[in-house]
């Protein structure tokens, strides 16, 4: 049988070349070995949605005394019940792992990000960390799951108190809470949702953080307002609660539209690029529904932010949360994060790069160690993403076009696969049980994973330079370097990764070195975090080394991102100029997997579905899987509340999933961190945080 190469572009060095295909038993997959034994050290307690919280008006509500002593006797804050929404967010005592908590304290937290701007829908990072997910609030709520019960699994209600879906099941109705309040006073409506949702995620000259596009919420939903408190959801498929999921952290979380829209290119003469950045870092006091406001910036030092006196959550006693009054923000890197956070100057890291594992270890088992380490399941992973638009995606000069005509070629994929040792690879990182080889798609921690489904190409350097040879892929002038057919040029590629991660270049350099007696030289281009993200959302890179989502961690969580469901939905297959996708036929085959997965609710149906998932995604290597591991959760051990097996990452990550705003530290253990005691977040955009007038 004679296989033309395909899809080839006016510009291809490919053009017109017709290859042989390759041997049937050449690059034969097989089943992934069994991941090495690595038990998580803490299992949640399992309870149903409602036993963690309700909506309810309770007698009394309660505040920190010196917010009522210095801001609302004064009369410079309303008193608290008439701050909070009729009825707030109620936390069940009994699902609190110690109970009612006190107010005060700090929890320091450290990062490797820097922050763009406090213009999270239009598409500013804040950093990372979980900045943002202070700072936001969903519609839905989904990183406390990982403790509620399989057959109860439905996201929590947060920004949406309640819905009910029409007879239909065409139309979901939600009711938002009522009466609740930005951190500064101004109302929280449907008017916030609808300038989120038409002005952000339907205007595709804006990108929201983490990527918000329509289709996260299904081809074809619309999406409008009914009155203050209630929005109306219409889907074209029946009964679609997958995407209640969409509807958590990151993509549906509304910004102050009262603030934000002013700025908006449809409200202003701002360009984009204006709106966008019209919130730099020193913008203090940006008004949000999460925790807390960040009320002061030192470049390259720290964000602090203090207590939201409008915060609309409260405990089972009426006390308005959070209890912890302030959070820090150090600007530093991902490393820090671990070795501060186990000798007790900083207090919570998801320990994920395995080359600190050895030295947190030794040191959290100490008696006298500050902060206690809990390992959780294998759902941290890294894959090799090859970029599969050949439509012009990322506007690709000709060497890159050649490029991504040569990824889309199921045998260059299957070679570059069996070229990876991921034993080697696990190993490099660190020595022990904790990587394992992944193949690629779903992590075998997921309950979604099924070995027998998952085609694995083992290591066979010997293989792949058979199969690129058939490809006629051969180094025609002797420098060590495959040429593409026809006298081509030398096959180059450059691989995007991050700098901010040791474990990300670590693995990009791994890659790049097992390529090399596969005769592809293979560059790297190293970038920030920012700028490699907004590099790979522009589809500038031909490969690229990923830490990957909660996609492949739960399968439930971020579902659409499993495929290239839409046009700009996918991490590495977007829609060209045209705003036409070309899916090869196994891609397309994905997305119809993953559109019925999302447009049925019946268990049996939606395993069968993944499995085939896997095997297409495996069998096609859709990506290249490299290692996955599991992560612990470090955090002082000062704090109580913290609910028992919380993984550093499932739905979301650890800084959403224990709960921050019930945390808190018993009086005797509080320490005088606090940069700013006994203050309140200032007016939007003044100078620092306001100390009230003590009485
Ligand atoms: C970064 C960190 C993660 C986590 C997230 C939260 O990605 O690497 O551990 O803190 O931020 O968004």
Redesign the pocket.
Known sequence: MRKHVHALGGASLLLGVSIIATQAQVLEPTTPPEPPEFAAQSEPNFVGVSEILGFEALDEYHEPEWVTENFVEPGLLPPVEERLPAEPMVYKTSNMPDGIGVYGDVMRHV???RPEGWNYIGGQSQG???I??GLSECLTRTGPLFMVNADELEPLPNLAKSWEWSEDGHELTMHLIEGAKWSDGDPFDSEDIMFFWEDNVLDSNVSPLNGATPETFGTGTTLEAVDEYTIKWTFQEERPTQYLYQMAYGTFCPGPSHILKPEHPNYSDNTYEEYKNAFPPDYLNIPVMGGWVPVEYRAEDIIVMRRNPYYWKVDEEGNQLPYLDELHYRLST?ADRDVQTVAGSADFS?L?QPESFVESLRRSAEETAPARLQFGARTIGYALQMNLSANGWGDPDEREQAVRELNRELDFRKAVTSAVDRQRLGNSLVQGPFTAIYPGGLYAGTPFYDRESTAYYPFDLEGANAVLDEMGLEDTDGNGIRNFPEGGEDIEITLLANTD?ATDTNVAEAVIAMMQPLGIRVVANFQSGTSRDDSAAAGQFDWQIVRQGAEVASVVQNTVALAPVGPRTHTFHRAGPDGELDLMPFEQELVDIVNEFIATSDTEERVDLMHEFQQVYTENVFAVGLTQYPGALIINKRFANVPAGTP??QYN???DSVIRERLYVPEDQQTDAALFPNTLPGEPGSDGPTEGEPS
């Open positions: 990062i490797g990000g990372w960390g979980g943002d997910i991902w998801n994920e991660y550093i990452f990550w650890a800084e």
